[in-house]
């Protein structure tokens, strides 16, 4: 059962229902409200940051939201603001990165938020199963129930009618016979189906292909950074990958759920590399601190070539999303997004990437995100 500090100050609210943790400042309160039916539902982490991010990032509040997978054991963490998030071998927090930073931790069985600067351990914690409550701290150990939906309740001023005993029929006498044969009884009236409301997708939230589609407009000045993946690209940018996988249709005639490429590296050989985990690239790389028990695979890359730094960058695959982060190279690292103009990374800032993205550490050497 998951426990609670309470906030006498409601500066802050949790949102609790089944495997999902959301947490928001009072501000952004009446955002849970129109999320909680979604929060009882699979995964819903993209419709969360696009409810989030609706605004545009400038507005877009602090949050931590958890979503457990029970069957993979598995646990996705998504943070903005002020906020820690801390298992029992990980503590995952923004560090004054634009928009959010975006985590999977492996066999997490205690989780616990923490809002504002920490928790208020004279707080006595309190039991929560499924409700939004204000939190200055929420610790979880596994997925929650969730309240079956109740029935809905009879319209106000209704009461219901008690039965009542039938009324006899009196008896009639017999018709006498009718010498014509009686008309066959109407046929009942056809019924109408209301036609079916289908909502078109703006354009102007179509993510562009680099080859075959316009190239998208520029975003507005005070609301993007310039290396920031918008919601929705992240959201089609998954699309994207599970459309591409093999659709199998099982005996049962149902089917089977696509399976996301694989993302890679293009080298500058056109050679491909997958990126699995998590990939460190330089000219002479090693690995100092390993994360989740998993170590990531060492690319070497630009040998000899004194521009490119020993363990010069990192990217890693968080969920469906390519995230690349520069490893405070010597000359630094710069992205280009297919149809934008190039961006230098912030040192050991993970920032997400979409695929197609050219990587160019220096010294004339690239590398590209692809798909697989």
Known sequence: MATYRHDPEAAWFAAVRGGVILVVPTAAADRLAALWPDLGDGDPTPIVLDRLTAQGLAATPSFALVVRDEAAGTARVVVRGPISVRSAHDEIHDAGVSTWVERVLDGASSIEVVVDGGADDSAVPLPVVEAVVPVRSIESDGVEPIAPARPSAPAAGSSAAPPTAPTPTPELPAAPADPMPSAPPAAPPARVTAPVELTMVPDEETVAAPSALPVPPAPVDGDH??????????????????????????????PAMPAPAQAGIRMPDGTLEPIGHEVVLGRAPSVSKVSGGRIPRLITIGLGDPDISRSHVRLALEGDTVVITDLHSRNGTHVVAPGKAPVKLRSGEPTPVLTGTVVDLGGGWTIQVVGG
Not at 227 to 249: K, P, Q
């Open 225 to 254: 950074d310039g290396m920031t993946v918008a919601s929705v690209d992240i959201r089609r940018l998954r699309e994207e990958r599970a459309a591409r996988g093999a659709v199998a249709t099982p005996a049962g005639g149902a």
